[in-house]
């Protein structure tokens, strides 16, 4: 293969992985629509669609595992589009093992390895499928489209690699083009004109022969569409001289002028162009050999391409050559795309993004520029002002200095006897000026100021809405996840004997990027939870007078800057009972505690607590809720659970919007700034010294009925600080249940806080979850408070162990 | 034809390097080798074909066609050259400016820089060593399509 498409090529790579991403999703998607809609043609196109482009990228990055299987899928997929197969829930079900199949063979090689297992007993089931063994389950519902019809056998065989049987042979017989080919190509035909095919001799003598078979693809390339070459393009590439090369190109252009087109002289011997039919099933290709040309000339017996004449191709040159050239047009499309990209250096995760957000923030950069034409005017105008300041302070200086040196003779015009109010008069009128000196001078400054101020408004809003459109960036649709859903709804659902729907709402509501990506495995919790224990069996819900199908619903929802979830079921509700009887079994709660329903229902996020009675393959186990607590949490989240009797339960997952951006409480220790997470404070106080108690070795202080252990972050975190004060602050944070209360030497304010992260060796620092630089260019450390509870809790056994050791 | 046997002319046959309307064909010579850039400006001269400028690498090249651009109708370029090659200087040119006409000059052996070259838009090729006929044909046949 020549380095020209490297299949090491990362870039390509990662629009591969990427795009195989999508088609993936929507092959999926689709797949389910047609379940339930079989006459859905859009569904049906764009599922062959998906498939096809697939395929054709697998085989462009010599994924040959994957294109190859690919291929099957969509084989079974053409027929179901012919309506020669039928869609049954069996053929679905095949159809989305194949996708898992597909899935998993482009995991392994995202993953740099080859996807080895057996699919051979899929692969027959596809190609059963494809050749109608679904035949009996349903007939093909589109009678009207029979025409269409294509003969069957030539599917077979496809799966074989290179060297395969010749496929696709139609009544007449094109060798290597198979009605599928032909039918792509005709597709093509209908919007770009008429097909032809130009058969083209190459001359062996010149001394580049190799070159010739892509000299004439360029030379077509202007006039037509082409859409396979045999040999294949790839074949072409390679340093191998081809005698004989059939080109498959669709064009507005007349057959005379592709002739003249591709005559190259010295390279080509002659060249026949033929055209082939666009309509009828008979595939016949018309035309007739133009006679060996000269070096010169255009074709010059055009009325010889118009004789009919039936040409079954025999190439013995190239017949080892395995057809594959439809991957023709992609290969080119990729060629051009590596073409454009290869100067863009892309690093990291892909993010697609809206174009609308990006020109919104060129318009706010292209205010931030006018904004600092704006304070460059400020800076010359201030240092205008310094000079006048200057020149005003000369002139106060000098009449100052004129009023000192006039004083003796005032004092002795007085000891001669003029009269003092004279000489007041004269004195003032004289040097009154220096009342009024400064008045122009601070008329501008005001200007000035008030200049300023409007700039430095106007800088705060354009930078606000600036981060909140970088910010927006970040944002991508809930879609992204909640279309996994179906599937597993589906699947779930036929595990599980369960009659159900998957309503979804709300998918086009946005948040953080790097927050979908950890919301996905809590929120498959959460639904596996609610179809294995929140939804009856049909039986029973017919039973209880409910409609046998159960809806589960996702909603998606945005409240301030936080985003909600729910996901709720319409099943017989949480058995209060049950929970509380569970709850006691396991030693949760002490049997005569009072508690709220809802206070029960949180119980189920305790670790180890399951009130199924049997263990499912779905869930059961006791190990999921409390993960799905924990994980919410990490996004600074929270989960609640609610539910009523025989009407439903609803899970309601709360998170941030961002992760980047949050408010926070800064406060001083010793030297040092912390900032703490304003979502994880509950309160603060000022209190006296001799308000901290002891009690079991721990620091503790009440606040109103509660007692808060304390922690002081100047020992935590080594900051040199007096401790003993008339005052001391106390941060109380927690999450949930656990609190805890935070010893600081002052709180200085609450502020947006932008998290940078912080380099690997200093991650594991204790109790910090980032940096963020202050206003003033200093570091403050964002405290991680979860981490904190723990670490407080440690650092008192730790502290105990100590005194310990003094007493003893 | 046989009107030219009865009368012979030395005016028989036009330059080819001249437009219908006289002007001269101008072309643009980028080779590293200053023999070939002098063989190559030797053949075109003396066909009418008027030498616009020489580059001694791609990059100088490619610099030179944004310079003259559009008074240039063919570009002669070399693709072993250093500082840039000539498929490189090649993309850079069409980027520029996708109708520019480009003969990629070959030592034989570079079958699949060739190949590149005119995937990415070269309109012809010629092999070296130069030989006149080879060269005035590709070119002109650049120059007709």
Known sequence: ????????????????????????????????????????????????????????????????????????????????????????????????????????????????????????????????AAEGAFLGSQAPKTPQESGKTVPVSPASGTLSPQGAPAKGVTSIGVKRVSEYELLELRDVAESEGQLFCLRVEFNEDNPMNTVGGIQVYTALRGRADVIKTDPEFDALYQDVFYPVVEYYVATQAGPEQLGAAAAISDVTDSVTVLRIESSGTEDALRGAPAPPRPDTGAVDDEEALEELEVVAQEDEGVSGVEPGG?????????????????????????????????????NLVSETVINKASFNQLSGSFGEMLSALQGFQHQQRETLRRMFEALPEYLQRARQGESTHDLRREFQSTYERLYSLFDPFQYRLKNTVSKYHNSVQSLGRISGELQAGVMRIRMIPIAQIFSRFPR????????????????????????????????????????????????????????????????????????????????????????????????????????????????????????????????????????????????????????????????????????????????????????????????????????????????????????????????????????????????????????????????????????????????????????????????????????????????????????????????? | MTNMYDFPSIDERPAIGVRQDGSPYRVLVVDDSMFVTKQISQILTSEGFEIVGTAADGQEGVERYKELYPKVDVVTMDITMPQMDGVTALEQIMEFDKNARVVMISALGKQDLVKKSLLIGAKNYIVKPLDRKKVLERILMTLEH
């Open chain 1, 1 to 128: 293969m020549s380095d020209y498409f490297d299949p090491q090529n990362e870039e390509l790579l990662r629009d591969f992985f990427t795009e195989a991403g999508v088609q993936v999703e929507s092959l999926e998607s689709n797949i389910l629509v047609l379940e339930n809609d079989p006459q859905n043609q859009d569904a049906i196109d764009e599922v062959f669609r998906a498939a096809h482009t697939l395929k054709s990228a697998a085989a462009t990055v010599q994924m040959t595992e994957l294109s190859e299987f690919t291929h099957l899928v969509e084989d079974l997929l053409d027929r179901i589009r012919s309506g020669v197969v039928g869609i049954s829930a069996e053929l679905t079900d095949t159809l989305l093992q194949a996708i898992d199949v597909i899935k998993a063979m482009i995991h392994a090689r995202s993953a740099g390895i080859v996807y080895e297992h057996d699919i051979s007993a899929l692969s027959s089931a596809l190609q059963s």
């Open chain 1, 326 to 362: 439809r991957q023709t047009r992609k290969l080119r499309n990729a060629h051009k795309r590596t073409q454009a990209e290869k100067r863009k250096k892309v690093s990291g995760s892909v993010l697609r993004v809206d174009s609308r957000r990006i020109d919104d923030l060129l």
């Open chain 1, 488 to 808: 597993l709804v589906r699947d779930l659902s036929r595990s599980l004997n369960k009659n159900m729907r998957l309503k979804i709402e709300g998918e086009d509501t946005e948040l953080d990027k790097s927050v979908v990506e950890d919301l996905l495995d809590p929120l498959i919790h959460c639904v596996r939870n609610a179809l294995d224990h929140g939804i009856e069996t049909p039986e029973q819900r017919r039973s209880s007078g409910k409609p046998e199908e159960a809806t589960v619903t996702l909603r998606a929802s945005n409240e301030g800057n936080m985003i909600l979830i729910e996901v709720s079921d319409d099943g017989p509700g949480i058995d209060v009972a049950s929970v509380r009887s569970k709850a006691i079994e396991r030693g949760l709660i002490h049997p005569s505690r009072a508690l709220t329903d809802s206070d029960l229902f949180n119980l189920l996020f305790d670790p180890g607590f399951s009130t199924a009675t049997t263990v499912t393959s779905v869930s059961g186990r006791g190990v999921g809720l409390d993960v799905v607590k924990r994980q919410i949490e990490k996004l600074n989240g929270d989960v609640l659970v609610w539910s009523k009797k025989g009407v439903g339960t609803t899970f309601t997952i709360k998170i941030p919007l961002t992760l980047a951006i949050i408010q926070g409480l800064s406060v001083r220790v010793g030297k040092e700034t912390y900032v703490i997470p304003m979502a994880a404070v509950i309160e603060s106080h000022r209190i006296k010294p001799a308000e901290i108690k002891t009690l079991d070795n721990y620091e503790v202080f009440n606040v109103r009925e509660d007692v808060v252990s304390l922690l002081r972050l100047n020992r935590l975190f080594n900051v040199p600080t007096e401790e003993q004060k008339d005052h001391v602050y106390v941060v109380v944070v927690g999450s949930g249940d656990k609190k805890m209360g935070l010893i600081v030497d002052s709180l200085i304010g609450e502020e947006d806080i932008v998290i940078k992260p912080l380099p690997d060796h200093y991650t594991n620092a204790p109790g910090i979850a980032g940096a963020n630089i202050t206003g003033d260019g200093t570091v403050a450390l964002i405290i991680d408070v979860a981490q904190l509870l723990v670490l407080g809790l440690r650092q008192g056994i730790e502290q105990r162990g100590n005194v310990k050791g003094r007493i003893a």
